[in-house]
Nanobody, 123 residues
Framework: QVQLVESGGGLVQAGGSLRLSCAAS????????MGWFRQGPGKAREFVAA????????YYADSVKGRFTISRDNAKNTVYLQMNSLKPEDTAVYYC????????????????WGQGTQVTVSS
């Protein structure tokens, strides 16, 4: 099995930046795509970004494109989400997830989820 632990969340003012990290353990030799999702207050969980094992394919929701960057360091079994120009509407619990099919774009393909880390952006 795979365990995922997010870190790096916190409170920032609008326009600020945060970098989230997701450390994976377990069957990390597998070529999993990794994704970030978020769930704001009273909202459904939504896709934020994804990256395939090679790092050569990255995908972003339109709402974060140009502001967020997903990356990974397979040697460290870690995926990152650099969040710049944060807005109050980015406030949410952010979750990382692993897709064993190395696709990254199908919600049902994500088999493993972290507990989440809170990001709060004040206005």
């Amino acid at each position: 099995q795979v365990q995922l632990v997010e870190s790096g969340g916190g409170l920032v003012q609008a326009g600020g930046s945060l970098r989230l990290s997701c450390a994976a353990s377990g069957r990390t030799f597998s070529t999993y795509a990794m994704g970030w999702f978020r769930q704001g207050p009273g909202k459904a969980r939504e896709f934020v970004a994804a990256i395939r094992w090679s790092g050569g394919n990255r995908y972003y929701a339109d709402s974060v494109k140009g502001r967020f960057t997903i990356s990974r360091d397979n040697a460290k079994n870690t995926v990152y989400l650099q969040m710049n120009s944060l807005k109050p509407e980015d406030t949410a619990v952010y979750y990382c997830a692993a897709d064993p099919t190395d696709n990254g774009l199908g919600y049902d393909r994500y088999a493993y989820w972290g507990q989440g880390t809170q990001v709060t952006v004040s206005s």
